[in-house]
């Protein structure tokens, strides 16, 4: 299925702000610099917001080639909260990204911790 970015064992966010103008070879290149990683060859969900915050690339390699998606969110609903740590990357967990996407800080002081 094109996009099933569920099956991801990891989600890395791209801290700090990517120019959003960037296609699959520009983001890849991101992820060789911060990384040091092929995105090729893992099975991962890249995350990369632009300075607006209201706008995510998510890039994931499936067997055949990339899958880029996009979202930006409606003016009138707010802003995601993104790290804004430049250089850095941080891994997020599935409920991590629920929370984000839901337009939440990715932590939550009163949140259940898991084991």
């Known amino acids: 299925m094109i996009g099933d970015i569920s099956i991801a064992d990891n989600i890395y966010i791209i801290c700090g702000y990517t120019d959003m103008r960037k296609?699959?070879?520009?983001?890849?290149?991101?992820?060789?610099?911060?990384l040091e990683l092929d995105a090729e060859n893992t099975k991962s969900l890249y995350l990369f917001c632009?300075?607006?915050?209201?706008?995510?690339?998510?890039?994931?390699?499936?067997k055949d080639g990339f899958v880029l998606l996009y979202k930006r969110l409606d003016y009138k609903l707010g802003k995601y909260k993104w790290p804004r740590n430049k250089n850095e990357v941080k891994?997020?967990?599935?409920?991590?990204?629920?929370?984000?996407?839901?337009?939440?800080?990715?932590?939550?002081?009163k949140a259940i911790k898991s084991a």
Do not use: V
């Open 91 to 109: 891994t997020i967990t599935w409920r991590q990204f629920d929370w984000l996407m839901s337009g939440l800080d990715i932590e939550q002081p």
């Open 50 to 62: 632009g300075k607006r915050n209201d706008r995510i690339k998510a890039l994931y390699h499936e």
């Open 23 to 34: 296609s699959i070879d520009g983001l890849c290149a991101i992820i060789k610099d911060l």
